[in-house]
């Protein structure tokens, strides 16, 4: 990561969504780079070694309850946004969490004297985009109740951007790396069982990806950097290596050493064929992921890149392969859970069977 002409943290900093994939990975980069105090505010309790660091602070609570989150608030000078319902969740639990629990904290943040606030936003603003690459000031289209509650949180957030209140909005790509499983488990146990990859249509396409390092760097970039005016932006985050498709996606398929290989299928076929499956609730994949799958997939980073000086250290190969490595080396833990997060492994439903076929 580039230094920042300011490198210290602010302190405390408060991470909603510490439990979850980003929210973990986030803690541990800030106690790595000298946080004096961060709090963790989540649903889900945190199981991680970390809970031990008498640095660290963690409640089980709702970003929609406002008392909680004022109480929390108290004194923190930094807040990273993560917290968020994912589209397998239900329209409501989305728009509740993701828009009011949005505006909870961020209001709640601005009243306490927080200096930097981070909004993790997402790509699946800009939709299923007709070019590519995607820059921040394209047209935004939600795909479905996540991308359009995204859509109206980030206008919260900047809504609430003042002179002391600083908010910065990251558009990160499909962010993985250590701790992440949900959709990319699929393909994971897929692999390490041997069996190879379907691509929906011939995976030629070209689909960035991020390291969450990479994106913990450019979250560390906002909380740190000197100049106000350089954070209070919207930036995109994503890889600045990447191939095909299937290209990325084979190096997975050989570390597993099985010998298998990516096969691309006919995405006419396939995409209505999963409308049906998911409106029957038999498969876990939802319309943003299958829809978006067969196309180019790729955003502008020279944004971030000129103004904050961040710089990604993890091509999508790396990311993958890091990826992958974790959840090997870890499959003891979770085999047998399932859910609707990233922390642990989506139900495969009829997918399971489609699975024999490769």
Known sequence: MATPAQDTLPAPVLVTGGSGFLGINLIRWLLAHGAGEVRSLDLVAFDYPEK????????????????????????????????????????????????????????????????????ISST???????????????????????????????????????????????????????ERLGVFALLYDWAYTGHGFPMIGSGRNRYQLLDVEDLCDAIGLCLTHSDASAVRDTYNVGADRFATMREDWQAVLDAAGHGKCVRGTPAWLVIPALRVLEALHLSPLYRWVYETAPCDSFVDVSKIRDRLGWSPRFSNRDALLRNYAWYVANLPRFQGQSGKTHRVPWKQGILSLIKRCF
Request: charged share 30%.
């Open 52 to 119: 031990d660091d008498p640095r660290v602070r963690t409640v089980v609570g709702d970003v929609r309850d406002r008392e909680a989150v004022r109480a929390l608030m108290a004194g923190c000078r930094a807040v990273v946004h993560c917290a968020a319902a994912l589209p397998l969740c239900s329209e409501e639990e989305i728009r509740s969490t993701d828009v009011d629990g949005a505006r909870i904290v961020a209001e709640e943040a601005k009243a306490a004297g927080v200096a930097r606030f981070v909004y």
């Open 124 to 178: 699946a603003v800009y939709g299923i985009p007709d070019h590519h690459p995607v820059r921040e000031g394209d047209r935004l289209i939600g795909v479905g109740p996540y991308g359009e509650s995204k859509i109206v949180a980030e206008g919260i957030a900047r809504g609430l951007d003042a002179p002391g209140f600083a908010v910065s909005i990251l558009r990160p790509k499909s962010f993985v790396g250590p």
